[in-house]
Nanobody, 123 residues
């Protein structure tokens, strides 16, 4: 059974770059036809799709975050990462990594999730 585990700093200062890593076990991130996503939930709000990277390395982004977000992978470590530049307090959220079998911006289509990691943007 696949397991996903997010890691990264819990506190980031405004204007800095947020970096998160998702470590995957139980499945290969290059196995067909899986899609690996970052999703977040700000306090009191719904789930927001950020980006995905496919088994082949294809990437997709939420248009509202595309200018600041970057998703990549390290196949040797079976990890994928998110970088979010120029963060503001509005980027405060619980960040999740997730696995799905279709490439989609709908968070509800992802089947397996990490436990989530709280990220707070504050000086």
């Amino acid at each position: 059974q696949v397991q996903l585990q997010e890691s990264g700093p819990g506190l980031v200062k405004p204007s800095q770059t947020l970096s998160l890593t998702c470590t995957v076990s139980g499945d290969s991130i290059t196995a067909k036809y899986y899609y690996w996503s970052w999703i977040r939930q700000p306090p009191g709000k719904g789930l927001e799709y950020i980006a995905y990277i496919s088994y082949s390395g294809h990437t997709d982004y939420n248009p509202s975050l595309k200018s600041r977000a970057s998703i990549s992978r390290d196949t040797s470590r079976n990890q994928f990462t998110l970088q979010l530049e120029s963060v503001t307090p509005e980027d405060t959220a619980v960040y999740y990594c997730a696995k799905g079998t279709i490439g989609t911006s709908d968070p509800n289509e992802y089947d397996d999730w990490g436990q989530g990691t709280q990220v707070t943007v504050s000086s």
